[in-house]
């Protein structure tokens, strides 16, 4: 997302640096620090506009709301009794997005790093660094999210840490939900024989077979230079064996045609289609295409229809030491999915076990937040990371303007780099999700605030892991893409914090943030000193306790 200037005449385009916590989130017992959320309640009637052309990874130019008057094009409804509307900020003071919650670019970092190279910058999204891991935000008794935010000063002037952390009720393992109808799309090219590819995902596959309810179905489609339908849509009930031997008998073959793959999936999606289902294409590839449409533009017209007319999302899951991580990317972000990246038999386990079967329920579709900064206390905001999910400040109550669809369990965590105003109090930022109820598709909103009060204390004083484990995550994704974030103690300070944090709490995803920040700090080497921050101030405008 682009970077946001408190200046009057600045842009109004804003960087949002959340996630979420994806598939291999980690969850966050310990409390953030600062807290003082207040959430309210809000419906708004559907706007019905006709969308400008634009999608989750490329809003139009954005214009802004002038203080006092209602959003341009919203049709929203009068506050209900005792309900009090935020008056809209002034113009550069906002900042929109769409949910996500992608952790594929952790997943593959750590990877790389582990083969003793740095990833590249263009596959580091600080998002989904801080959203695989979870924080324990309070989550609300119905579909939707709780809301929450607090931060800490990072120890430069005037410079704070502000986290919106949104999260959706967890599923009941052993309750009711609606049966899921999962379609999956399997790369068996060239590439895929290398070990950590094709043999993951048998296994993974093989793990699924047995988690899934008898009641769920399944369908297999693979794909090398033209796609084959392996399994059409199947109730798993009676058929868990066949469907392991199908896994079973994949073998590798030649080139990858990812749009035959794709375009195929989604045609035995359709047609397997299930009323009152979670029907979901589940894309398990290296997403290195060589055949076909390779252009991730093409494959995703595709997409788009299906999402559109039928509701059909995207997951992909992601593997091997070559990675087509922009190709995944976008074919998620237009599919209204995610996408996760694996490369042990454990993370394997994690996201087809444990996360998966859970996850298949959604708690809402087309999300998304909206951050309004407060011109009295806020002189200047960052938002960290987010690129390719800024939403056009007006359309965030234009319900034609897609979203992103959230499932069960699910956190997610917008961090900001916020420079308050000196001697200045009060409010800082009040956040406002909005979404879609995944069963009425009716429009629900709740909204949170932090206060200059919630920002006294220092992110690395003691009793704040929840939080200071996010500015780890942050900090690192950063460093790794060459920026210099406000407060960053450098590569050896936050591998000694994170050590620390695992010391606490034994928990091995936290052991495993610290070895990637070590594995960073030998590549780059003991000349990479951290940056105050001040050649970019003028653009920093406005059982595991943790798995």
Known sequence: MSRQSAAPNGRRRARFGATIAGL???????????????????????????????????????????????????????????????????????????????????????????????????????????????????????????????????????????????????????????????????????????PGRLDLVKESLGLLAGELRDDD????????????????????????????????????????????????????????????ATNRVVLLSDALANTGATEAETILARIEEERRQYGITLFGVGVGSDYGDDLMEKLADKGDGHTTYVSTSAQARKVFVDQLPAHVELRARDAKAQVAFDRGT?????????????????????????????????????????????????????????????????????????????????????GHES?????IAAYFADALRGGDLPGDPGLAALAERAEAIAGRSGSAAVRELAEAVRQAERLRGPSAEPGDGASREGELRSGDPYS
């Open 467 to 471: 939080l200071q484990l996010t500015a």
């Open 217 to 276: 179905s399944m369908a297999l489609v693979t794909f090398s230079d033209e796609a084959e339908t392996r399994l059409p849509m199947t109730r798993v009930g009676e058929s868990r064996g066949r469907i392991r031997e199908v896994v079973e008998a994949l073998e590798t073959t030649s080139s990858a045609n990812v749009e035959a793959g794709v375009r195929t999936g989604y045609d035995v999606a359709v047609e397997g289609r299930r009323e009152g």
């Open 24 to 194: 291999l989130a980690a969850g966050l017992a310990v409390g953030g620090c600062g807290a003082s959320g207040e959430t309210r309640d809000a419906s708004h009637a559907k706007d019905g506009r006709t969308a400008p052309d634009t999608s989750r990874g490329g809003a139009a130019s954005p214009g802004y709301v002038a203080p006092g008057t209602a959003t341009p094009g919203a049709d929203a409804a009068a506050p209900e009794e005792g309900e009090q509307r935020t008056k809209p900020p002034a113009p550069d003071y906002l900042s929109t997005f769409a949910l996500d919650v992608d952790t594929a670019s952790y997943g593959y970092a750590r990877r790389t790093l582990a083969e003793g190279r740095l990833p590249d910058p263009s596959t580091v999204r600080p998002e989904e660094f801080v959203n695989s891991f979870r924080p324990d935000y309070p989550r609300p008794a119905d579909n939707g999210f709780g809301v929450s935010l607090d931060g800490a000063r990072t120890g430069r002037d005037g410079w704070s840490l502000v986290r919106v952390g949104l999260a959706t009720r967890a599923a009941d393992r052993g309750g009711e939900r609606p049966p899921a109808a999962l379609t999956f799309v399997v790369d068996i090219s060239g590439s895929m024989a290398e």
């Open 378 to 462: 806020v002189e200047s905001f960052r938002l960290i990371g987010y690129e390719n999910r800024e939403v056009a400040d007006e359309d965030f109550r234009n319900d034609a303007v897609d979203g992103g669809e959230i499932g069960a369990g699910h956190t997610v965590t917008a961090l900001y780099a916020v420079k308050t105003r000196p001697g200045a109090t009060g409010r800082v930022a009040t956040a406002t999700v909005r979404w879609l109820d995944p069963a009425t598709r009716a429009p629900k909103e709740r909204s949170g605030t932090v206060t200059t009060e919630a920002l006294t204390a220092g992110i690395w004083d003691g």
